[in-house]
């Protein structure tokens, strides 16, 4: 996949660019976890410099996304069990909190519902096309949109440095089992409904039945 470089992306900086295609391999799987990738195929993929090429890895290397080996090149690091589980209990623990907070609240909660009755739709266009990449992006702003609607900035500003892995894992469990697309969507629904009920608990329950479809999908 080479990229072509335009007036626009002439103006992103070198190394941003190269950091930027890079992380967006990784993350939508097109570079899985124990892929070798070098400086020079990444050189090659954006038409830039080595020089460029290394500090992105070397910044995609603190990130945790990659290990370098000197001469030889950078290994992607895969989602291992470990951190899949930790940004899970995240996810749960804030978006638990989140309804909490929805539920309490006075005013009427049908704009809340009716957003995310939309992105359910936008993510059944997305499963009819079995286009799993937007599902993902739809699936992220999804729960995203819950966590904002608490009104907790700080819990929401928290919740989006989640983003990456979010989609990353997000992928891995979906690209080898699409026909799992139509299963998250009626979760989805679900977590909608006790959401308009006001029913907290009811949603607590809900989201922990839907992450645990991501455990144990990890690791491939």
């Known amino acids: 996949m080479a990229a072509n470089i335009t007036s626009s992306t002439a103006r992103v900086p070198a190394a941003e660019r190269a950091y930027d295609l890079t992380k967006e391999l990784i993350i939508d799987g097109r570079l899985p976890g124990g892929s070798l990738i070098s400086e020079g195929e990444i050189a090659e993929r954006t038409s830039l410099s ?20 000197p001469k030889r090149g950078a290994v992607v690091v895969p989602v291992g069990p470990g951190e899949a589980e930790d940004v899970l209990e995240l996810r749960e623990a804030l978006e638990s909190s989140a309804v909490r907070r929805i539920a309490r ?23 009819r096309r079995a286009d ?21 900035g700080l819990a929401e500003r928290f919740y989006e440095t989640l983003r990456d892995r979010q989609r990353r894992m997000a992928l891995q469990l979906l690209q080898p089992q699409p026909e799992r697309l139509a299963s998250l969507i009626h979760e989805h629904s679900l977590l909608v409904e006790r959401i308009a009920d006001r029913d907290d608990e009811g949603f607590a329950g809900a989201l922990r039945a839907h992450l645990d479809a991501h455990r144990g999908a990890t690791g491939r």
């Open 132 to 152: 799993v990449t937007a599902f993902a992006e739809a699936d992220e702003a999804f729960h995203h949109g819950i966590v904002a609607a608490s009104g907790n």
């Open 50 to 69: 080595r020089t460029p090429v290394r500090e992105a890895f070397l910044r995609l290397q603190a990130e945790g996304l990659l290990q370098l080996f």
């Open 105 to 127: 609240r006075a005013e009427p909660l049908g704009g809340l519902v009716s957003r995310l009755s939309d992105l359910i739709d936008v993510q059944r266009e997305h499963a």
